[in-house]
């Protein structure tokens, strides 16, 4: 039967391949050539019967219970879909690809509270934060007020008090929303925090000048944007501002 799948293949038949590799995994039942059956049925966009196909493969990891899920995704069977990324998810909670179509899903269903749930449980989860502090910021674009997300790092600031990236976030998700005394108070946490990295350092200090010359607070904001060019003094807006 591999045979004739391969000669079906070559002879441009790509539906008669796929029948004959569909025969000879049901005679078998083995394992690898199901999975090379639904690699197959995928990549013709038979996802309803890849998924059929996947579901008889008897594995109990993130990466299958996660492929289920995209073919589910694919097959716009979002329920499902969502079911399998929650045992993918439970195997692994730091599981990035999990997480981020988990997101895709719930933001198509305008899932806000489901949306916030994952996020707090994804940051809590992982130690690895670039992923999901990217991904928390990115939800301005889609009807998050900065402030609602600042609420979600600021829930985490027990276990992650001292990690830049999140102060970072918090600051930067306040100074969007000109949430300016606000944006300060964590801006000056993070410069208590950074000691090595000149350029955030100045990154810091440049943003606490600014929120002081919103706040008319002329004296502050120099001395804060004197500091940015203690700190690196190639931070051109610094100059910029002062000069302004």
Known sequence: WQTKAALHERLGQPEEALKAISTLVSITNNQDLRKALVERLF???????????????????????????????????????????????????????????????????????????????????????????KSLLALTNYGFYPSELAVILERLETKHHKDPRIVSAMADLFFIEKKYLKAVEKYKILISLLTANKKMLARAFYQVGYCYNELKNSEQAVLALQQAISADSKFAESFNLISY
């Open 43 to 133: 990549k013709a966009n038979k996802f309803e019967q890849a998924a059929t196909e996947l579901e008889k493969v008897a594995e109990e990891t993130e990466a299958h219970y996660f492929d289920l899920a995209l073919l589910y995704w694919k097959n716009k069977q979002n329920d499902k879909s969502l079911e399998n990324l929650k045992k993918s998810i439970k195997i692994n909670p730091g599981f990035s690809k999990a997480r981020l179509l988990s997101l895709e899903i719930l933001l198509s269903q305008k899932n806000k509270p489901e949306i916030t749930k994952m996020f707090t449980e994804w940051l809590s989860a992982s130690n690895v934060l670039d992923e999901p502090i």
